[in-house]
């Protein structure tokens, strides 16, 4: 059974950081895309950043440059480090997992099987 638990939200003011974790476990896959998604009230999840199990990473536009995803070696963990932080970057950021070994093509919330319980972030201005 997978389980996927976030920590790490909170509040910070613009400008700030902030690192989330995923603890993930239960996850047999072999290949698979790891994600961060992020929602803001009732709008559809927004998928920020992906990894899959090669190591590839991607972006959505909005935070390149400011936010990167990374695993640990033993792959229980995934790792959303956020710098240069926004006002609209506040949301309930959601980790995610789904097999197949690529996260391409993955960007919807429909695509994903597996979600953790979400961790809240606010920025201040």
């Known amino acids: 059974q997978v389980q996927l638990v976030e920590s790490g939200g909170g509040p910070v003011q613009a400008g700030g950081s902030l690192r989330l974790s995923c603890a993930a476990s239960?996850?047999?896959?072999?290949?698979?895309?790891m994600a961060w998604f992020r929602q803001v009230g009732r709008n559809e999840r927004e998928r920020v950043a992906g990894?899959?199990?090669?190591?590839?990473?991607t972006y959505t536009d909005s935070v390149k440059g400011r936010f990167t995803v990374s695993q640990d070696n033993a792959k229980n963990y995934l790792y959303l480090t956020m710098s240069s932080l926004k006002p609209a970057d506040s949301a309930m950021y959601y980790c995610?997992?789904?097999?197949?070994?690529?996260?391409?093509?993955?960007?919807?919330?429909?695509?994903?099987?597996?979600w953790g319980q979400g961790t809240r972030v606010t920025v201040s201005s």
């Open positions: 995610a997992v789904e097999g197949g070994g690529s996260c391409y093509g993955l960007t919807a919330e429909e695509d994903f099987e597996h």
């Open positions: 239960g996850v047999t896959y072999n290949m698979y895309c």
């Open positions: 990894i899959d199990s090669s190591g590839i990473v």
